[in-house]
């Protein structure tokens, strides 16, 4: 069965400091592979995407995330945080093309002055 | 260009109580689904659609009807509440994205309290 590993619920960083986040799937095949934030109180709203291709993905917001097929892993970071940075964090993975998802758990994200 | 629109943004139900959540876009997408977030779980999948008058069962898909008459809309029906649903439900549409796959776009969410 898919699964979707975030192993950290919360992590707690310094404004300018660097953030790396978690993500270990469990699937089949090649998967398509998401990082969504949540704002309090709002929806999700997608940061980046892997489908295919170069394993190093760009997103908004000045994220990254890379997929390294041997680990099963797709880890987002960021090299300098800001204060709107805090949120919550979801890796996701496409069961299939149509964007049936499955999710993580979240990884809080706490910034600190 | 609305996006996913979801009705009502809160609601609180008494155990037993009928509702339907709903959900609109205007993005023309085929594919819609209907997630719950509880904390602690992220979201898990209830009901999909890949078009209209086709529908399926995602993860956890008891005690809520769905159906699709048209492209646009997606309700959510949960026919008789129980407090097990309290939850955020969230509305999601999604179009072919360039590399084949697609992509979701997400509604507001909708908070449902069940007494």
């Known amino acids: 069965a898919q699964s979707v590993t975030q192993p950290d619920i919360h992590i707690t960083v310094s404004e300018g400091a660097s953030l790396e986040l978690r993500c270990n799937y469990s699937?089949?095949?090649?998967?398509?592979l998401f990082w969504y934030v949540q704002s309090p109180g709002q929806g999700l709203q997608l940061l980046l995407k892997y489908f295919s291709g170069d394993t190093l993905v760009q997103g908004i917001k000045g994220f990254e995330a890379e997929f390294k097929r041997s680990q099963s892993s797709f880890n987002l970071r960021k090299p300098s945080v800001h204060w709107s940075d805090a949120a919550e964090y979801f890796c996701a993975v496409g069961m299939d093309s149509w964007g049936k998802l499955q999710f993580g758990a979240g990884t809080q994200v706490v910034v600190t002055p | 260009n609305a996006g996913v629109t979801q009705t009502p943004k809160f609601q609180v139900l008494k155990t037993g109580q009928s509702m339907t959540l709903q959900c609109a876009q205007d993005?023309?997408?085929?594919?819609m689904s209907w997630y719950r977030q509880d904390p602690g779980m992220g979201l898990r999948l209830i009901h999909y659609s890949v078009g209209a008058g086709i529908t399926d069962q995602g993860e956890v898909p008891n005690g809520y009807n769905v159906s699709r008459s048209t492209t646009e809309d997606f309700p959510l029906r949960l026919l008789s509440a129980a407090p097990s649903q309290t939850s955020v439900y969230f509305c999601a549409s999604s179009y072919a994205g360039a590399s084949g796959a697609n992509v979701l776009t997400f509604g507001a969410g909708s908070r449902l309290t069940v007494l």
């Open positions: 699937y089949g095949a090649t998967p398509y």
């Open positions: 993005m023309n997408h085929e594919y």
